[in-house]
């Protein structure tokens, strides 16, 4: 039991340096293909964390907060479910099992926060601005950003100490069928994620390159990487041309 | 010029990089990042209105309003506010509203630009890249997933705050600068279209358990899929996922029935 307390608070530390890459420069190492590689590095098995995080984040592909829409939170999601598989040597395929309901149940709780805790803090806020107290307003702002990461990275670690006992004994009675349905979901899912993000790019000229680069796999077997690396011939090529006509077009108007 | 003027230093705009980091760790439903956007500007508020208790309150009310664009760019709009922040505090007659003005107009446009180009072209990049690597237990999966987003995040970070500062309002009604813009987005958007659509032919599979044909001609019915064209039914998944958002169905509705689908084709042995 004293080794599970050890895990929780490895865990909750990880969680806790996911949570706040959104204070040092959004860098998205709160991704699970991040995430999934610390867990396993703190808990001695790297390679499974890598493999679980890559798996995780194909999963949580189109998981992406763009304006006032908040995706699943999958810090939590991608740490316990990755923990769990490392802790207690179960199926890789399980990680998917644990994280998508997780990540749906913590996000739960992170709206909380920024509909309630975070208003409510920039309230106070509202009134240091209005005596014109910058020193006040640092206070409250450093408190409720990083506040709120401390509140959600314990979350996780105390549902990780609490919950793998258990998951352990709920996942014993989960019937085979549902255990492979969310390996068979973890094939599908990723289309989703792709089709949100083609959703963002697309736009009537650029949509032959989405069946290019399809083409290029399905029937040439070309890794993703060789892919993207013509791509970035293609769009050297393009802002070449386009480069040249606008600054024709700019010549055009000066004579 | 007088003695008074007051300038902004290299160090608040250093401060102001700094800060611009936070932009999204105090996100909230009622005005989303302004708690951390005000905390951005305030050494410039600090330098410009430290001495003046009445326009530093108004300055700091200005920031706290709503606030919505994209954490890697924000930076651009930070440095163009920075100096008209400047300008404000040295000549009298600055209209003060047009701060509000110009941050509300730009952040619009900007967020388009930049979320798509960073949580869209270059995070797939990033994904279709490091989840290649990291399927094979690789470290360099996440090491290489953690570079191609920060490298041009922080680059973008850096510059757009130094020439946000220099040209400041005038930035986008430089048609240059907006031409180079709207190329450089066009051109990732269609490496970011090719990674998606190699990715799906690689990374989404489908396996079905039904078998066509009896004895020892059976075969699986994926095989006979596949001869109409490899990786036809991902694709086809693909395009019916494309088209539910088109129908403005909820991204988690769809991901909850393909789990359900999943889970009964596995009882009925579909899958």
């Not at chain 1, 803090?121 to 006040?136: E, L, N, P, R, T």
């Not at chain 2, 190699?198 to 001869?227: F, K, N, R, T």
Request: charged share 15%; net charge negative.
């Amino acid at each position: 039991m004293n080794n599970l307390l050890t895990q929780a608070i490895l865990v909750t530390l990880v969680a806790f340096v996911g949570y706040m890459h959104s204070y040092v420069g959004s860098t998205m190492h709160n991704r699970p293909i991040v995430m999934g590689a610390l867990v396993g590095l703190v808990l001695g098995d790297l390679k499974t964390g890598i493999i679980i995080g890559g798996t995780l984040e194909l999963v949580f592909m189109g998981a992406v907060p763009i304006g006032a829409s908040n995706p699943p939170d999958m810090v939590s999601g991608a740490v316990i479910g990755t923990a769990f598989v490392i802790v207690s040597d179960a199926e890789i395929g399980m990680a998917v099992t644990l994280a998508v309901p997780i990540a749906s149940l913590v996000l739960l709780f992170d709206n909380f926060q920024m509909s309630v805790l975070l208003p409510w803090m920039s309230h106070i806020a509202d009134k240091y601005a209005a005596q014109g107290d910058a020193d006040g307003i640092d206070r409250v702002t450093r408190i409720a950003s990083i506040g709120n990461k401390v509140v959600l990275s314990l979350v996780v670690g105390i549902s990780f100490y609490l919950g793998v006992p258990m998951i352990e004994t709920i996942l014993a009675v989960i019937p085979e069928w549902i255990t492979r349905g969310f390996d068979v979901a973890a094939g599908i899912i990723p289309a989703l994620g792709f089709a949100m993000l083609a959703k963002m790019l697309v736009t009537k000229e650029t949509v032959a390159f989405l069946l290019l680069g399809f083409l290029l796999t399905a029937y040439l077997g070309l890794p993703t990487f060789g892919v993207a690396l013509g791509g970035l011939v293609v769009a050297l090529i393009l802002i070449n041309n386009n480069n040249n006509n606008t600054v024709k077009e700019i010549d055009d108007d000066d004579f | 010029m007088t003695s008074n003027t007051k300038k902004i230093t290299q160090s608040d705009l250093n401060k102001v990089f700094l800060r611009s980091c936070t932009l999204d760790s105090g996100w909230d439903y009622e005005r989303q990042q302004h708690l951390n956007f005000c905390f951005t500007m305030i050494p410039v508020l600090r330098r410009l209105y430290g001495d003046d208790k009445e326009k530093m309150a108004a300055a700091l009310q200005r920031h706290m309003e709503f606030m919505s664009c994209t954490p890697h760019i924000v930076t651009l709009l930070a440095g163009i506010v920075a100096a008209m922040e400047e300008e404000n505090a040295n000549s009298e007659e600055f209209d003060e509203t047009s701060i509000p003005a110009v941050k509300t107009s730009l952040m619009g446009p900007m967020a388009g630009i930049g979320d798509s180009f960073f949580w869209g072209t270059l995070l797939t990049i990033a994904v279709g890249i490091g989840c290649s690597l990291s399927a094979q237990g690789s470290i360099a999966g996440p090491i290489v997933f953690f570079l191609i987003i920060n490298v041009p995040g922080f680059l973008s970070r850096y510059y757009g705050l130094k020439y946000g500062y220099e040209l400041g309002s005038k930035f986008f009604s430089d048609a240059k600068s907006q031409a180079i813009i709207a190329n450089v987005t066009k051109a990732a958007g269609v490496l970011g279209l090719m990674v998606i659509g190699s990715m799906v032919a690689s990374q989404v599979s489908i396996d079905l358990a039904v078998m066509v044909g009896s004895g020892d001609l059976a075969m699986p019915l994926s095989e006979y899929i596949s001869w109409i064209m490899p990786c036809f039914l991902p694709l086809c998944t693909f395009i019916l996922m494309y088209y539910l958002l088109g129908k403005n169905v909820k991204s988690t509705t769809i991901l909850f029935c393909v789990i359900i689908i999943s889970c009964l084709g596995c009882l009925v042995g579909i899958f």
